[in-house]
């Protein structure tokens, strides 16, 4: 059975004002596992599908959330990105005060993001069981308390621990922001409102770098991470006065490390599930390869000064906002599923190009960046509609479905970015490392789910 992945926005009864000043959502039915197992069932499990006008909702598409929501939500997103971009400037001076290697240095980012990939896996579970707003202020508060402890880091070793610390700790604010998004929305909404939090979330490589350079400027690298700090106690402040609790009491599930596993364990045998979880972590593959290796690969291989890196560094957040928010355009007009089928391929395209130019040293550095600046403008395309439509098929485990996604994003992007500085710090790594990111990410939507099927649906 296949079905089509157009249809039309489901409609629900009439909202309420919510405590951000937008509108809330009603209140969720009496039986809400029933509820989303029909909901899945109605649209014949097809992830991005908008129900059919006959189907049963599957989340309060009624909701219209406003600039203050949005914003919230993008800067507990945000959080790892900005704990990893305003800090990206300082790693050559990390290395030589800390009297290590570049490699080493480079492994701070990494092991945040492996510690955020494990954080998200607790997290998630935590939050379908305690609700949503308990694990985000834990979670943020002890960030706080780690990027206090980095700043007085005596060793690099000392460094990369507390840095996984920082990364689970930090991992509760992006998870419980995608388990929020899930609780109020499916398919279509839910990929446009993430696509818009990348208006927020591309905030931080437009300013990070820049912020985090005249920062370590005054104060050194040290500095840097008191200034995560105070970022994260008004992140706290925030989450404490204006996010509200979207999982009621009768919606959460009992039981602990038991009730997580099962969880999982469901994810795990939905392989279409597992294959769109995939996708957004080999999206950060290649823009982590870029974060991590561009202040080596043009600062040193290229002569770039500081304050040039930081310029183009903002250049290139332009167009990682510039394409979330087309796509959060394009996705009222085009099913999810087929925004990602046609660009993954043009990804890979890129990526071609830019290992071509790197390798024959064709257009030297200004055709190096144009097209670079081409492969960053396609990376927030697939990942907020993979996710969307991953998160469609679990509602009743959001937080779970959120936090393996999220896991799942952070391990791969951390496992397969420090590959540019093992393969030797160049251009040519570092385009050669985004080239096996997106074929990748290719191979497992047309070998994994049925996105290339001839009829263009999804099928049963």
């Known amino acids: ?61 009624g909701y219209r959330p406003n600039a203050k929501y949005v914003l919230l939500l993008g800067m507990m997103c945000a959080l790892p990105a900005i704990s990893n971009d305003i800090y990206v400037s300082s790693l ?32 998630g579970p935590v939050s379908d069981r305690f609700g949503r707003r308990m694990p985000v202020l834990i979670g943020v508060a ?29 991992a509760a604010a992006s998870v419980v922001a995608m388990a929020v998004i899930r609780d109020r929305f499916v398919g279509s909404d839910a990929s446009g409102l993430i696509s818009r939090l ?12 820049s912020v985090g350079g005249m920062i370590a400027g005054q104060w050194g690298w040290r500095g840097v991470f008191i200034a995560l700090a105070m970022f994260g106690v008004a992140l706290w402040v925030v989450v404490w006065r204006r996010l509200p609790e979207t999982l009621p009491a009768a919606r959460r599930r009992d039981g602990g490390l038991r009730t ?31 974060v991590i290796g561009s202040p ?25 906002v510039g394409g979330a928010q087309v796509n959060a355009w394009l996705v009222r007009r085009v099913a999810p599923i087929r925004i990602v089928r046609v660009v993954l391929p043009v990804s890979l395209f890129f990526t071609l190009v830019f290992l071509a ?54 391990a791969i992007g951390g496992l397969i970015s420090p590959l540019t500085s093992l393969l030797g710090g160049d251009a040519v790594a570092m385009a050669a490392v985004m080239v096996g990111a997106a074929t990748a990410a290719l191979l497992v939507l047309a070998l994994a789910t049925p996105a290339y099927r001839r009829d263009g649906a999804w099928s049963v």
């Open 92 to 123: 050559p001076d990390v290395a030589r005060d800390l009297h290590s290697t570049a490699t080493a240095a480079q492994l701070t980012m990494t092991a945040m993001m492996l510690g955020g990939a494990v954080g998200q896996l607790v997290i």
């Open 357 to 410: 130019i790197a390798v024959a040293g064709v257009g030297g550095l200004p055709l190096l960046l144009v097209v670079l600046w081409l492969i960053l403008a396609m990376v927030n395309f697939a990942p907020p509609n993979a996710s969307a439509i991953a998160l469609s098929r679990h509602g009743e485990i959001a937080g779970t479905a959120a936090a393996f996604i999220g896991a799942t994003g952070a």
């Open 1 to 61: 059975m296949s079905v089509d992945t157009r249809g039309t926005r489901a409609v629900e009864q009439a909202p309420a004002v919510s405590a951000l000043g937008g509108v809330e959502a009603p209140a969720p039915t009496p039986n809400p596992e029933a509820r989303a197992t029909s909901a899945r069932a109605s649209s014949a499990h097809v992830p991005g599908a908008r129900p059919s006008s006959g189907a049963v909702p599957s989340a309060v598409s």
């Open 142 to 170: 002890l960030h706080v308390l780690t990027s206090l402890l980095c700043a007085i880091a005596p060793s690099i070793g000392t460094l990369v621990g507390l840095r996984v610390l920082q990364g689970f700790f930090n």
């Open 260 to 290: 997580a596993g099962r969880g999982y364990l469901t994810l795990l045998k939905d392989r279409h599930f597992v294959a769109l979880a995939i996708m957004p972590g080999l999206g950060t593959a290649i823009l982590m390869s870029y």
């Open 296 to 320: 080596f690969v043009l600062m040193e291989g290229y002569g770039l000064t500081a304050n040039q890196y930081a310029l183009l560094f903002a250049v290139n957040g332009i167009g990682l």
């Open 198 to 209: 990348m208006l927020v979330i591309g905030i931080a490589p437009l300013f990070a770098p």
